[in-house]
């Protein structure tokens, strides 16, 4: 089995696929509007012929999907796929925590899956997965250019090599608790890091209950730290991959967030996992978190009252900026020692082809990379498929990509900026220095010592510029 699909084979299907997107295109007046307000309005799901005879099996590692219905469409989604094209699927979900772990082990062991997914940078492993740039070429010749958040997430510029594949991306906007912020003269919630902070600690103050920004070595917290840091024109690298951490304006974030956990906060953000703050959103246990929109998802079918006070922001506003991590990066590996990337890679064409179908059994959850591919989605946001009340409510979603950027932004998410993710190198930073065990200075000089070698390590295999 080659390592990789064939140009030719590509190009044959290439009509098919042309097909495949103007049927999913035909269906936006389907499924947009009043039309789609059950979930019977599903998008039609289409074929894209592989460009070559498949056969053998496919083995899938995936996260479990924070919207449990996208997994149960999935898991026919791609069974129905490999009985069409002659492939045995098998999808395995797992714990989002989990998978960078499972990844690790079976690439150290050279064997385990062939396709893998996770949710957030997987540039670390860069050495060990396959060249994913003949996939990305085809779909861009499909269907267009590919976000640019989502090619700064999976493409290195110093190998000039796409290390993954990313369809798909989910914002990272403020869920609020209107009814809490209303009190404090804030209906529409927080519209900057300073509102946030008066805000948060007055409800906090008259009702006890408090702010929901993670400071534990975890994804959401990750997220978080960087929002803020940018938001101060703080960052881990330049644009020309190098580190700028140790700065003024990285010290005001550190400074910045000390005060909120101390006023606002409680030590429970300290041994977070990534549902932690959806659960206290939802239990009603706090005020605010940064999050995808799936808690509200929750909320609206365990708690309808809280579902429906739940309300969204975009990117707080700083001294410098405004802008918030991506909260969930499509990050689709094939790992080297894969018995079928062939197929892998086939079914990632195919995958993504049905975009329409990922976003709405996602529940709106994951957007497209190729935007050109889900034109309802506007139709969907400004009018909600599941009952959001009112209905526009996910409305500020469509111009997400203008206040959202990738993990290592300004830069690329090169290996090292995947490193210190992975390595939760940031969140501890803030911890640290909220917890009183050093001063913002301190921490920020820390981080930069941990970063430097980072960087230098994979700078010296020729993985990293600057």
């Given at each position: 089995m080659t390592d990789r699909l064939s140009r030719r084979g590509f190009l044959s299907s290439t009509a098919l696929a042309a097909g495949a997107y103007g049927l999913a295109a035909g269906c936006?007046?389907?499924?947009?509007?009043?039309?789609?307000?059950?979930?019977?309005?599903?998008?039609?799901?289409?074929?894209?012929?592989?460009g070559r005879k498949l056969g053998g099996s496919l083995s899938v590692l995936m996260w479990s999907h924070f919207v449990p219905r996208h997994d149960k469409w999935f898991d026919k989604f791609a069974a129905d796929w490999g009985k069409r094209v002659g492939v045995t699927v098998r999808v395995?979900?797992?714990?989002?925590?989990?998978?960078?772990?499972?990844?690790?082990?079976?690439?150290?062991?050279?064997?385990?899956?062939?396709?893998?997914?996770?949710?957030?940078p997987f540039s670390q492993y860069e050495p060990s997965v396959l060249d994913m740039s003949d996939v990305v070429q085809e779909a861009n010749r499909r269907w267009g250019q590919q976000l640019e958040l989502c090619r700064k997430s999976s493409y290195n510029p110093n190998t000039k090599r796409f290390y993954c594949y990313t369809p798909g991306w989910s914002p990272d906007p403020g869920d609020y608790r209107r009814s809490m912020w209303q009190k404090v003269g804030l209906p529409n919630g927080p519209g900057s890091w300073d509102e946030l902070l008066r805000g948060?600690?007055?409800?906090?103050?008259?009702?006890?209950?408090?702010?929901?920004i993670g400071l534990s070595p975890e994804t959401d917290s990750n997220m978080a730290a960087r929002a803020l840091l940018w938001s101060y024109g703080a960052a881990e690298q330049d644009a020309d991959e190098r580190v700028t951490i140790n700065s003024d304006a990285a010290v005001a974030a550190v400074e910045f967030m000390t005060r909120l956990f101390k006023e606002a906060e409680t030590e429970e953000v300290f041994s977070w996992v990534p549902a932690s703050n959806n659960q206290a959103l939802i239990a009603g246990k706090s005020s605010y978190i940064l999050n995808s929109?799936?808690?509200?998802?929750?909320?609206?079918?365990?708690?309808?009252?809280?579902?429906d006070d739940i309300f969204f922001t975009p990117a707080l506003r700083g001294p410098r900026a405004a802008l918030a991590a991506q909260h969930v990066i499509q990050q689709w590996i094939v790992p080297k020692h894969a018995g079928n990337p062939d197929a892998a890679k086939e079914f990632l064409l195919h995958y993504t082809a049905n975009f329409p179908a990922v976003t709405f059994h996602s529940e709106l959850y994951d957007l497209p990379g190729w935007p050109s591919l889900v034109p309802q989605l506007n139709g969907w946001l400004d009018n909600d498929p599941y009952g959001a009340k009112?209905?526009?409510?996910l409305s500020l979603l469509k111009n997400a990509t203008s206040w959202s950027a990738n993990i290592g932004y300004p830069g690329p998410s090169n290996p090292a900026i995947g490193e210190i993710f992975s390595t939760n190198v940031l969140p501890t930073m803030f911890g640290r220095a909220?917890?009183?065990?050093?001063?913002?200075?301190q921490a920020v000089a820390e981080a930069e010592g941990q970063i430097n070698k980072i960087f230098q390590r994979w700078r010296d295999r020729g993985l990293v510029g600057g």
């Open positions: 936006a007046s389907e499924t947009s509007g009043p039309q789609a307000k059950n979930t019977g309005g599903a998008p039609k799901e289409v074929f894209t012929a592989p395995d979900h797992i714990n989002t925590v989990d998978v960078p772990r499972r990844a690790a082990s079976e690439i150290q062991a050279g064997k385990g899956h062939d396709l893998i997914q996770h949710i957030a948060a600690s007055e409800i906090k103050r008259t009702t006890g209950v408090p702010c929901g929109i799936s808690a509200w998802r929750t909320a609206m079918g365990t708690n309808r009252q809280i579902g009112p209905a526009n409510k909220a917890r009183g065990q050093v001063t913002a200075k």
